[in-house]
């Protein structure tokens, strides 16, 4: 069990990993944590002519405020996510989902943009990053651009990055006064990928509450919705109801050996009203 | 220290394997380079669970630099022959497949190179023309004669069928009050041990011999099995053990078939060859528990009395029979009453090859399945008969003065208080307590249960149960079997050192510890200063057939080798110190590391400086005693006979019991299972090691957890296999394991000098059990199977019940 | 910019337990191949080589990694810690007994990655929970001990610890 043969890139400036990216195209795969590259590397489920290891760009490690937003580059990790005094004070609903990666030693390593990036449609960091509404940074020689996650993600394990892009950042609204977040998931074991999870955070308008709700591992990638809601009578049952039918209506979950669709359905509804009436509970009108 | 103030044995001894391992010193079989040249092999593995290979095409990948040489099946089947078992069914076993592959994962073709880089990369060089088959991997449907035949010498698939029956059930039933009937399937499982196999082979012409490094567990009994493969006498075939294995729980066994392998790979391409298993080949192509199509029948009268039980037992043996197999099967056969009284049993056993990975030894081995229908049965009886579980068992025990009791299929059960295990189990459960936790939580509306189970833990195996596969007439006429020899070395040498070697080739189990612990009791001196060897090599000839680390053998049986040996030791060092001091044997006692007078402390003569005499002066010492301190004991258990003509054998030399409780309650909404509590207390006799048999009880808790919640090799119903990673294959982790509550019951064994019986498999073998009647009471329902995963356990909470 | 071609092989020195160390390797061996069949340190171990069961795990540079999933060039000029540099940490011969008084530990195969664990996670934990032990140990995967053991030995080591520090 043991990789095909490949060239080893270690680019020291973003411009020379870009570089590279144009060179190979899809026939290069960036490399920052490895947890899941390596595995697939190994196991010979990928055979890129080329690895790019970005791990020499330190300038990528930044995890800073930007504005109202918090940036995370590519090199930010977990563990440096769930260490950081910017997250732990603008992304609590990150900070409550990241307890639920992996486990201590992977998130060591592994990073937040690496997950987005890998797009597993159970993966924790990129619900909470669509329920936030937060987008991806991408760069190449062509330059910078930035797109939503919701848009980046295309299905399981694709996502809308060219050939010749690496995603350099994510970028996650921080958090808003009075937000409230609620994060669970049901997985076989501790650490395990999600059978579904569910993410929500809402905050206190004037009249009603602004919020956010997704859910993971139901269909192939991350749903998520936001807005504002001004229920008729301000009860937290009639708020979930609406929001979670929003989502549920057009669910069509996935079904393999590990969940039929009905226990992803059932769950998603379970845990999905379990965490919007979390939030709204706890937000004063 | 121990279990009086004198003795090692019995206490909390830190192990003397400890340091090496946690300083990385311990060296495992990919650690070893025993000789210089070595090539390393990669196999190229059968993508199809049934097909015919028309051509294997090799001429690319013998281009590639560094690769040394490829061999299939057909070059392998000129210097071997198949791989033996005992059953008789034309099923021919080669270590790689010839014209025919038979399960996903099956060798096709063997690459040696200069590194495993390459071995892989010219395996993906290899074209083989396969011509896929139809596949079948359910038992039942494999008996169906639309089923796709694996060996087209056989008849079909059924490729062993027996019936036995002791006492006279068909009366016991007709006069029965109740009568419980479950069916269902159980699924598959490994121990998956965290190092997988791994050997080194090494052909010699000069003279004509194999070496053969490896983690190999034994039982030896594959030793001559594998020369006869390999067409030699046993002497041509060295098998040495590496330093330490990495676990085992009985999967190593299985890697026997490529010892032959490797070893008639190395004759061919002339080069000594490494090949260390990967995980993926572990999960997919080494060894499993049996998945079965199990059914049974218990039969009780209007008091609750157990009076006759009848099992059908329909075992998937995968694509091959691999000795020891059909043992699986038979292991617990002997002892098909369990812990009970009845005495009327009918058992059918039918073996059904399928195309899955062969099955072999895997913790608690046939026994998870065993108790799976027999301890379903008295759970489902207590709340048919609306009896309390706890109280339908102990009606049904063996009763603790009638020690020691002949089972109705021949086993000999040493020792046990049944009744006063399961006291002690209600006791630290709080029995009373939960079953108001349960009926206050089936008032408000949630599922809570409680599930028992019971059991025997037979140690120690006769060699000859496994003939129960074959008829009484053909057992006279294939000749006598029996016996479970241990054998033990103790030696002192000429500067008073002491070394112990053993044939347990443990994995992780401690023996070496207890060994010392033993040795040290008998020679009155300290576990440290004595050198225990167990990594076996056959050279040496310290080894019998049954030698190996399997069916709890240490504790019941090799302990007493040691003991015996070590006691010929000590007779000859007082025999010889008393001359020395001039006084008679009986009046010299060691201790502290010293022949003294007994009674007088301060007297005698450091024991070294008596080892010396023997060696450096022998003609100075008794009249007619040999010289030097040697003492080899081979030991083999008196009650170990051969399979009588009514199939009933004494399978195992100490049987220790075990009782468990497990307290549940279920969330509807998640499928989650939520435990209470969970209970079990074992009856081991003599605890040797209490370090090692809490940690015995604890690894074979977490093997039965995990098998109930978490663990199966699946494979889809085209054969295709899905477990193949442990991201697919789940283990427990720290984080998923409750917390598990213990007990001694202590009934001293008589089968061996120490009292101790053989432990470590009984958790693995119960849990499973427990959890699944836990989880049946909290749902109310009879049809539960595992693993009880999420998705499962959820349906089964929500949907209409089968009782 | 390093850039290593498939086949080519090249020389990575890194600094193991703390001594300088270098080797041959080609861009796709792994780390955990490196270590042991090139370095010679057998202490690190292999159980899955797919990320998941953490016996292979090593220091490197300050963070826990799995070295079943990392490459041999990756390293080059790292500092790393395996289970023989652990070993020479008088500070943590107190670990290793309670490790063996608790039984935590039986064949010890997936024992030299855990160790590199534990001693990652209470260089940054003082005073840690039995529950936060319990999640950090849940990257590995043990299947002789039933984890108990390592549980009681972790907590009697971090509570030893703080008594030593406070006298």
């Known amino acids: ?285 | 220290m121990g279990d009086s103030a004198e003795d090692w044995v019995g206490g909390a001894v830190p192990r003397l394997e400890d340091a090496a391992l946690l300083s990385g010193n311990a060296r495992f079989i990919d650690d070893l380079s025993p000789l210089p040249g070595i090539r390393h092999v990669a196999l190229l593995r059968s993508p199809y669970p049934h097909a015919r290979i028309r051509e294997i095409d090799t001429r690319a990948a013998l281009e590639l630099p560094g690769v040394i040489g490829i061999l299939t099946g057909s070059d392998i089947a000129e210097l071997t022959d198949p791989l033996v078992s005992a059953v008789r069914a034309p099923v021919a076993y080669y270590p790689i497949a010839v014209d025919k592959v038979r399960y996903a994962g099956e060798p096709v073709a063997l690459v040696a190179a200069e590194d495993r880089y390459i071995a892989e990369d010219a395996t993906e060089l290899i074209a083989c023309d396969f011509e896929p088959l139809p596949a079948v991997v359910d038992p039942l449907a494999a008996l169906s004669k639309e089923a796709p035949i694996l060996h087209e010498a056989a008849d079909g698939n059924l490729i062993h069928e027996r019936e036995f029956t002791y006492g006279d059930p068909a009366t016991a039933f007709s006069r029965a009050a109740e009568v419980i009937k479950l069916g269902w399937r159980y699924p598959r499982q490994s121990s998956t041990p965290m190092e997988t196999y791994g050997a080194i082979a090494h052909y010699e012409t000069a003279p004509d011999r194999y070496s053969v490094w490896s983690n190999f567990q034994g039982p030896f009994i594959l030793q001559p099995l594998m020369a006869r493969a390999l067409r030699i006498l046993g002497n041509q075939l060295r098998l040495i053990s590496a330093p330490y294995s990495g676990g085992s729980f009985g999967i190593k066994q299985g890697l026997y078939p490529y010892l032959v392998l490797l070893a008639a790979a190395s004759r061919l391409l002339g080069c000594p060859l490494k090949w260390t298993e990967d995980r993926l080949e572990h999960l997919s192509g080494s060894s499993s528990a049996s998945d079965r199509a199990d059914a049974i029948e218990a039969a009780f009268d209007d008091e609750g009395q157990l009076i006759g039980l009848r099992y059908d037992n329909c075992v998937n043996v995968g694509a091959y029979v691999r000795a020891p197999e059909p043992a699986s099967v038979y292991r617990m056969h002997a002892a098909s009453n369990g812990c009970y009284k009845v005495r009327d049993i009918g058992v059918w056993n039918r073996l059904v090859t399928t195309n899955k990975t062969p099955i072999g030894l895997n913790r608690g081995y046939g026994g998870p399945q065993f108790y799976f229908g027999l301890e379903r049965a008295m759970d489902t009886a207590a709340r048919r008969m609306e009896i309390d579980p706890a109280e339908l068992r102990r009606r049904n025990f063996i009763s603790g003065d009638t020690f020691p009791y002949e089972a109705p299929a021949g086993a000999i059960y040493d020792s046990g208080d049944y009744a006063k295990g399961l006291d002690l189990l209600l006791e630290i459960a709080g029995y009373e307590d939960l079953k108001i936790c349960r009926d206050q939580a089936r008032a408000s509306g949630r599922a809570f249960g409680i599930g028992f189970g019971a059991g025997v833990e037979p140690s120690g195996s006769n060699m000859a149960y496994v003939t129960l596969a074959q008829t009484p007439e053909e057992r006279a006429k294939a000749g006598g079997r029996s016996g479970g020899t241990a054998v033990a070395n103790v030696t002192i040498d000429p500067t008073g050192a002491v070394t112990v070697r053993l044939d347990s080739t443990p994995a992780g189990q401690g023996h070496e510890t207890v060994a010392a612990q033993v040795v040290a009791d008998t020679l009155g001196m300290r576990p440290e200063q004595i050198r225990v060897v167990s990594a076996l090599d056959t050279e040496g000839g310290n080894w019998s057939l049954a030698s190996g680390n399997y069916a709890n053998r240490f504790a019941s049986i090799v302990v007493g080798a040691i003991a015996e040996s070590a006691g010929r030791i000590a007779s000859k060092l007082r025999a010889v110190a008393g001359d020395m001091l001039e006084v008679a044997m009986e009046d010299v006692e060691l201790a502290d590391g010293r022949a003294r007078i007994v009674g007088v402390p301060d007297s005698g003569i450091a024991i070294g400086r008596v080892a010396a005499a023997t060696h450096w002066h022998p003609a100075g010492l008794p009249d007619g005693m040999s010289p030097g301190l040697h003492e080899t004991a081979l030991l083999n258990p008196d009650v170990l006979n051969a399979p009588d003509g009514a199939d009933r054998v004494a399978s195992a030399v100490t049987f220790g019991f075990l009782c468990d409780l497990a307290a549940v309650e279920i969330e509807r909404e998640t499928g989650r299972v939520l435990i209470h509590r969970y209970a079990s207390v074992h009856d081991v006799g003599r605890v040797l090691n209490p370090i090692i048999v809490e940690g015995q009880i604890r690894g074979g808790f977490a093997h039965g957890f995990g098998a109930a919640m978490f663990e199966e090799l699946s494979y889809d119903d085209d054969g295709n296999f899905l477990s193949g990673t442990f991201a697919d294959y789940l283990c427990p982790t720290s984080a998923d394991l409750p917390a598990l509550d213990f007990a001694h019951s202590r009934t001293d064994s008589p089968a061996n000098p120490l009292g101790s019986k053989g432990m470590g498999d009984g958790s693995s073998m119960l849990t499973p059990v427990v959890m699944a009647n836990a989880v049946a009471d909290a749902l109310g329902r009879d049809d539960v199977e595992l693993p009880l995963t999420l998705n499962k356990v959820w349906q089964m909470a929500n949907e209409g019940s089968e009782t | 910019m390093k850039r290593v071609k498939p086949g080519e092989r090249v020389r990575v020195s890194c600094k193991v337990n703390g001594k300088a160390q270098s080797g041959f390797t080609e861009s796709r061996t792994l780390l955990a191949d490196f270590l042991r069949h090139e370095l010679h340190l057998y202490g690190t171990h292999v159980g899955c080589e797919h990320s998941v069961c953490g016996a292979c795990t090593v220091v490197l540079d300050g963070r826990l990694a799995r070295s079943c999933s990392m490459l041999a060039v990756q390293v080059e000029g790292a500092e790393i810690t395996t289970v023989e540099g652990l070993a020479a940490d008088e500070r943590l011969d107190s670990l290793r007994d309670a490790f063996s008084r608790h039984g935590a530990l039986q064949c010890g195969f997936c024992t030299p990655g855990i160790l590199a664990s534990v001693s990652h996670f209470l260089s940054a934990s003082q005073n840690p929970s039995e529950e936060a032990v319990r999640d950090m140990l849940s990257g590995h995967i043990c299947r002789c001990t039933g984890y108990e053991g390592m549980i009681r030995a972790v907590m009697e080591f971090a509570s030893g610890r703080r008594e030593g520090a406070s006298e």
Request: aromatic share 6%; proline share 5%; glycine share 10%.
């Open chain 1, 1 to 285: 069990m043991k990789p095909a043969p490949f060239e080893y890139c270690r680019p020291e400036t973003l411009d020379e990993a870009v570089g590279l990216l144009a060179e190979f195209g899809d026939e290069a795969l960036v490399m920052a944590g490895g947890l899941s590259l390596g595995a697939l590397l190994n196991m010979r489920m990928v055979r890129p002519e080329a690895v790019i290891d970005i791990n020499s760009l330190s300038v990528l490690d930044a995890i800073e405020m930007v504005g109202d937003e918090v940036r995370t580059g590519a090199l930010a990790r977990q563990a440096d996510a769930l260490a950081s005094p910017i997250c732990g004070v603008a992304l609590p609903l990150l900070i409550a989902g990241l307890g639920h990666v992996g486990h201590y030693q992977t998130r060591s390593r592994g990073t937040l943009c690496g997950s987005v990036a890998h797009a597993d449609p159970s993966a924790e960091t990129a619900l909470c990053l669509a329920t936030l509404g937060g987008d991806v940074e991408l760069t190449s020689t062509r330059g910078v651009r930035r797109m939503p996650v919701g848009e980046f993600i295309l299905g399981a394990l694709a996502t809308a990055r060219e050939g010749d892009e690496m995603v350099t950042a994510l970028y996650w609204p921080g958090a808003i006064p009075g937000m409230r977040v609620a994060f669970e998931e049901i997985s076989e074991r501790h650490g395990d990928f999600a059978i579904v999870a569910a993410a929500a955070w809402a905050a206190p308008l004037e009249s009603g509450w602004r919020y956010g709700f997704g859910l993971g591992g139901v269909e192939d990638k991350p749903l998520a919705l936001r807005g504002d809601i001004v229920p008729v009578v301000e009860s937290t049952e009639q708020a979930v109801g609406e929001v979670f039918d929003a989502i549920a209506l057009n669910l069509s979950p996935m079904s393999d050996q590990r969940a039929s669709a009905d226990y992803r359905r059932h769950l998603a509804e379970h845990l999905g009203k379990q965490v919007l009436q979390s939030v709204f509970e706890g937000v004063a009108t």
